[in-house]
T-cell receptor
Framework: GAGVSQSPSNKVTEKGKDVELRCDPI?????LYWYRQSLGQGLEFLIY????????KSGLPSDRFSAERTGGSVSTLTIQRTQQEDSAVYLC?????????????FGSGTRLTVV | AQSVSQHNHHVILSEAASLELGCNYS??????LFWYVQYPGQHLQLLLK??????LVKGIKGFEAEFIKSKFSFNLRKPSVQWSDTAEYFCAVIHNNAGNMLTFGGGTRLMVKP
């Protein structure tokens, strides 16, 4: 597609429920990233996929968070047993191999509210 | 660990005032540097980038940034801001040992009063 697509754009869930957030990267982009943007905070790195390599999960805040990328394209970020502190905007970005020169293209994000 | 610092969290300016937003990073090796902007209700957009060559980089909408290696800085500037520049600005760094990993600063929220 023309840009990075994320769905849903907004999600309200009850504490303790599981949620899935979806990211559809730009076609042909080999790298995919998830970041979290909390109110008053910067962008917190969560996880990074590059091609067929094992993902870099070093930013996932707890074992309630997981992500997968199927077929080198669409990615799903899953948060189990959601907590109120999980409320944030979850941003997905994708890039070509040469992201160090060109940066990322970001999606519009999913605003997650845990009540 | 690599870190990026934006010391100004909130900046309020009147239209036509000059802008300078600070950005400092901690890594001493080769770096690529970026400024992203997030207008209200919109997604992050690339404003400008530096990866080699002239350390004074010009971006969209009249913004520029200067890479000063000795100061580990990449400050963002604009000579005369407009109300439409109201947004949040993020500095970000990729260093050569981090692959494609962007590390972001905490952001600076700019409000321009008409």
């Amino acid at each position: 597609g023309a840009g990075v697509s994320q769905s849903p754009s907004n999600k309200v869930t009850e504490k303790g429920k599981d949620v899935e957030l979806r990211c559809d990267p730009i076609s042909g982009h080999t790298a995919l990233y998830w970041y979290r943007q909390s109110l008053g905070q910067g962008l917190e790195f969560l996880i990074y996929f590059q091609g067929n390599s094992a993902p870099d999960k070093s930013g996932l805040p707890s074992d309630r968070f997981s992500a997968e990328r199927t077929g080198g394209s669409v990615s799903t970020l899953t948060i189990q047993r959601t907590q109120q502190e999980d409320s944030a905007v979850y941003l997905c970005a994708s890039s070509t191999q040469g992201a160090s020169a060109y940066g990322y293209t970001f999606g519009s994000g999913t605003r997650l509210t845990v009540v | 660990a690599q870190s990026v610092s934006q010391h100004n969290h909130h900046v309020i300016l009147s239209e036509a005032a000059s802008l300078e937003l600070g950005c400092n990073y901690s890594y001493g090796g080769t770096v690529n540097l970026f400024w992203y902007v997030q207008y209200p209700g919109q997604h992050l957009q690339l404003l400008l980038k530096y990866f080699s060559g002239d350390p004074l980089v010009k971006g969209i909408k009249g913004f520029e940034a200067e890479f000063i290696k000795s100061k580990f800085s990449f400050n963002l500037r604009k000579p005369s801001v407009q109300w439409s520049d109201t947004a949040e600005y993020f500095c970000a760094v990729i260093h050569n040992n981090a692959g494609n990993m962007l590390t972001f600063g905490g952001g600076t929220r700019l409000m321009v009063k008409p």
